[in-house]
């Protein structure tokens, strides 16, 4: 036999075979799109999941920071309530608030009178014959009106720094001031550094403020404000102890940066709860990884928070990973292939049917119990939604034997809403090709279950339409967002005063009413103070 023959004989054969390569091709080109589209899924969840947790933090630092709003509120509502406020109502008041336990991350709560230039003097001996002899308001200088912090609770470490301290000379707090004053309305700073920082921790700082009235009331006219202002009820925040206190552990694997204004470089940097970050996390930062920056507006000025994703995000999203779909229909074509090949070869070697016969037999026992063993609910539906074929994990899902199932709709099986939106969906079919929608299905039981619906439309060999379909069971997730959306409501509407708090006994989050009542319990309280308190020494200088 020559080497030419024997060459057209490998030729002959693998020609023969050729086929089955074809099978393998249209496979892998087909794998390859699927895997596409399935990548494309699970990371459209991924990013409305991370887009789900901007939003929940965001969120998070609002109603905190309207909380702490609300308490200068109430401390504007003690001098509405009163004459004269007296350091030792002061201090009763913010202690009546409990600013470590409810309000953590609060520096502290003050009190900045106003100072028209020409009583600077009679000022400042007032208050050296309250018990301060070196008393001074600073910085030192001649201005045309002063403000000068004289009540500040916790009067006590860093905060006596700030005592006699003139806000109104420093250009930032200036701007924030005046908003205040002028608009009768909450106002924050830009970023400071607090007079209380030390050489040690040194935090970006700013400060909130709300005016007081003499006479108990708002005027009406910005010329009647200014000339009635009385001074300021204000807050000042370490911003590093701030969102600590209000964040917690609530970022699952998020990157957050938080910015004063549209000042994203490091001199407008307000807090990172992340200074220090992993090797391995810097990589992917700067690989690209997602991310969203979102306005926070606060008392006429706003922050701008960076929301990045960290490696362990995904980790915490706990999504069912793409890869069991992908090694599923890697197998399948796999199986084809082979079982292509099996089949070629008994055509070309009829003395060999009978071994090729049991391969294509043990073929396609491997088939069928990966069919059966899969651990995804499988479905197969003609174009008119009448089912056709299912594996073991379809019927347990919906708690009917084989038999039953065989030849039902499944229109049969779902809610009258679901049912509605899946006709229209299985007609868009021959237009898409591929659909996923949500179904709220009908157990023999009774039970509803909602389920997640991937589906992929082939014809076979005769040209049928035949609806491929994988099932997703996500009716306990369904039900917690439920119970979540309730528990929210309810929190937030009911009409009793509610408090969260951690295993210590720290109130991390209380509902409006509860504030509501904080608050006229406060000012009772006050006026109770004061009732006790005789008129002469109320009218004391």
Known sequence: MTNKTVGNKALTRYRDFSPAFIVLLISLLALFMVTHQINDRYHQRLMDHFNFETERVTTIIRERMALHGNTLVSAAALFAASDNVTRQDWAQFVGMLGLEQNHPGLQGLGYSVWIPGAQLQHHIETIRQQGFPYYEVNPEGDRENYSSIIYLEPFSGRNLRAFGYDMFAEPVRNKAMERARDRAELAYTGKVTLLQ????????????????????????????????????????????????????????????????????????????????????????????????????????????????????????????????????????????????????????????????????????????????????????????????????????????????????????????????????????????????????????????????????????KSGQSIVHCILTNITERKQAEIKLQLAARVFSEAHEGITISDADGTIIDVNPTFSAITLKRAVESTKQVLAGIPAAAIDAP
């Open 197 to 460: 920082e030390t050489s040690e921790d040194v935090q970006a700082g700013m400060l909130a403020y709300f005016p007081v009235y003499r006479n108990g009331t708002i005027p009406q006219t910005l010329e009647q404000r200014r000339a009635a202002l009385a001074g300021w009820v204000y807050s000042p925040y370490r911003m590093a102890d701030l969102l600590d206190a209000i964040l917690g552990k609530k970022l699952f694997g998020l990157h957050l940066e938080i910015f004063d204004a549209d000042n994203l470089s490091i001199d407008g940097l307000l807090y990172d709860n992340r200074p220090i970050i992993h090797p391995s996390e810097l990589s992917a930062l700067q690989n690209g990884a997602p991310s969203r920056m979102l306005r926070l507006h606060l008392g006429g000025h706003y922050w701008t928070l960076r929301y990045t994703v960290l490696a362990e995000f995904e980790k915490n999203a706990q999504f069912s990973s793409p890869w069991v779909e992908i090694s599923t229909l890697s197998l399948v074509g796999v199986l084809l292939f082979f079982i292509t090949l099996a089949y070629i070869s008994a055509r070309r070697n009829a003395g060999m049917a009978q071994h090729l016969s049991k391969s294509l037999q043990q073929s396609e026992r491997r088939f069928r119990r990966l069919f059966e063993n899969t651990p995804v609910a499988y479905l197969a539906l003609d174009i008119q939604g009448c089912m056709l074929d299912f594996n073991p994990q379809l019927c347990t899902l919906l708690g009917y034997t084989a038999d039953e199932l065989q030849g039902k709709k499944l229109f049969e099986l779902m809610a009258p809403e679901s049912r509605q939106v899946f006709e229209f969906k299985l007609q868009m079919l021959d237009h898409y090709g591929t659909m996923e929608t949500e179904l709220s299905l009908s157990r023999k039981s009774g039970h509803l279950l909602t389920v997640i619906l991937d589906a992929r439309l082939q014809k076979n």
